[in-house]
């Protein structure tokens, strides 16, 4: 706002009021003082003295010196008046509080007056005299106030666990130099707090912490983030995805939504199997290499059973499920594109990319360079016929906007039928933390190499914004990426 603005006038005049006010405080404060020690020796009550222009209130209010707080009393409470003088002279009211405080109210009315003489509390006098925007004012204060010291708690609890520095004001993840923002922070207080009704101790909970799949994704996101060469993905991408409802992975990805065209009249095995694949893991929990999947001859609609399924006259069998998921990216009918340029191969099961030269960082929502992705907005993004589930390594994303995002790199995992595209990422039951094995095995390949090229890359395209990160401390967050790798291993089975 520039100076001799409206607003600028507006804002002086505000602070020429107020301090205005604050002489007149002063003032009645020294008048009433010496009222204040005859009234603390002498609490005669005294009647209203009140005309149209000028009333006062020294100690007016009528009472019988006790207070009955109800039926679970037996005795009555002595009513302690939470002012000392009330005053109105025209329309502003004035409260000489108990410790001598002075409060004022401008454009009183009578109701108002009474309703300070009503009043049981300090509280209730404040309320009173302030305007609602200083209420809200004041409330998001003692809101800011809870909130710090609930982050400085939180900071003295995760200082106990070997995973968290403190350094100032900031939490770091051990050997790392970028600091979590506080919404991370959050979630992972979240997380080990919910430690607290098993009644474990720090090295109990330490110990438990390595199999809390949660945990895991939490931290490997922020690690992806890091490995992101836009310091704005490391502090703001959490927020956006938490806003707008995307899932993050156990490997650290997140999983969002995005529409395509199809290229094929016949996708009905890519939709059966890609769906059914993800959703026995998801919501199942279950491994999908146990399963077959088989086609009635009679409407050529496919089912799934048991391995040891031996099979029946009215049905033909296709395939292992986990052997037909992997093979899909060289299926005719898996074929998609976008509705923009119609120049992307788009396949389930293989990633869609594009140069990152290419791309620009904007925190649009639409009309800039990458492949787009959302999650709520479904409906509004990359128009086409054929809803897709898509996995995204932070480390790869290009922009943030207000609800929709943009990335050099995403991997198509299923295609969502209409009715379930904006209900999916709601759904607690669709678990999305098991959905990333196979994307997390290619993503570990050179990831060294590949995260310090794209800094180099970054650095020449801007001379601003990039984030202080040297290469032995990417060497260090790939390292404890590439930890998953053992985890991965035994569930992953190449197929022929």
């Not at 005309?51 to 109800?70: P, R, S």
């Not at 060469?229 to 806003?243: C, G, I, Q």
Request: charge should be negative; hydrophobic fraction near 35%.
């Amino acid at each position: 706002m520039s100076t001799f603005s409206l607003d600028w006038f507006k804002q002086e005049l505000a602070k020429l009021q107020l301090e205005e006010q604050k002489i007149k405080n002063e003032l009645m404060k020294l008048e009433m003082e010496e009222k204040r020690k005859e009234m603390l020796e002498d609490e005669e009550e005294e009647d209203c003295d009140c005309c149209d222009d000028d009333y006062d209130d020294d100690d007016d209010y009528k009472w019988d010196g006790t207070q009955n707080f109800g039926d679970d009393y037996d005795v009555d409470v002595p009513y302690v008046k939470p002012y000392l003088h009330l005053k109105m002279v025209n329309d502003v009211l004035t409260i000489v509080l108990q410790d001598g405080q002075i409060i004022s109210k401008p454009n009183a009315t009578q109701d108002d007056f009474k309703a300070a003489q009503n009043a049981n509390s300090e509280a209730d006098l404040f309320s009173l005299v302030m305007s609602q925007e200083v209420k809200d004012e004041k409330m998001k204060r003692e809101a800011e106030v809870s909130r710090i010291k609930s982050i400085q708690k939180g900071m003295d609890f995760l200082s106990q666990f070997k995973d968290f520095t403190i350094s100032g004001n900031s939490i770091y993840l051990t050997g790392m130099s970028r600091s979590l923002p506080q919404i991370l922070v959050e979630e992972f207080l979240a997380i080990i707090g919910a430690y607290d009704q098993l009644h474990l101790s720090i090295e109990e909970v330490e110990k438990s912490l390595p199999y809390n799949e949660s945990y895991l994704g939490l931290k490997r996101f922020f690690m992806w983030c890091c490995l992101n060469p836009r310091a704005e993905v490391a502090h703001e991408l959490y927020r956006f995805l938490k806003d707008n409802s995307f899932r993050i992975t156990k490997q650290g990805f997140f999983v969002a939504l995005r529409n395509v065209v199809s290229l094929c009249d016949d996708t009905a095995l890519v939709d059966f199997v890609s769906n059914s694949y993800n959703k026995i893991k998801a919501i199942w929990k279950k491994d999908p290499s146990q399963m077959n999947v088989w086609k009635h001859d009679q409407d050529d609609s496919y089912f799934l059973e048991n391995i040891d399924f031996e099979g029946a006259s009215n049905a033909f069998f296709v395939g292992n499920l986990t052997a037909l998921y992997l093979e899909l990216p060289e299926m005719k009918s898996n074929r998609y594109t976008d509705d923009w340029t119609k120049t992307f191969d788009i396949r389930v099961g293989r990633p869609v990319n594009m140069p990152l030269s290419d791309c620009n960082w904007s925190t649009q929502d639409c009309a800039a360079a990458g492949l787009h992705f959302t999650a709520d907005q479904i409906h509004y993004v990359g128009c086409g016929d054929t809803s897709m589930l898509i996995l995204i390594n932070p480390m790869k994303v290009v922009g943030i906007g207000a609800h929709k995002g943009r990335c050099y790199e995403y991997l198509p995992i299923m295609t969502v039928p209409r009715e379930e595209a904006t209900t999916i990422l709601h759904d607690l039951n669709f678990d999305t933390l098991e959905l990333d094995d196979q994307y997390a095995v290619r993503e570990l390949e050179s990831l060294a190499e590949r995260a310090q090229a794209g800094f180099v890359a970054e650095s020449r395209k801007y001379d601003f914004n990039i984030p202080n990160i040297s290469i032995v401390e990417i060497k260090g967050i790939t390292a404890s990426l590439e930890e998953m790798m053992g985890e991965i291993v035994e569930r992953v089975k190449n197929i022929d």
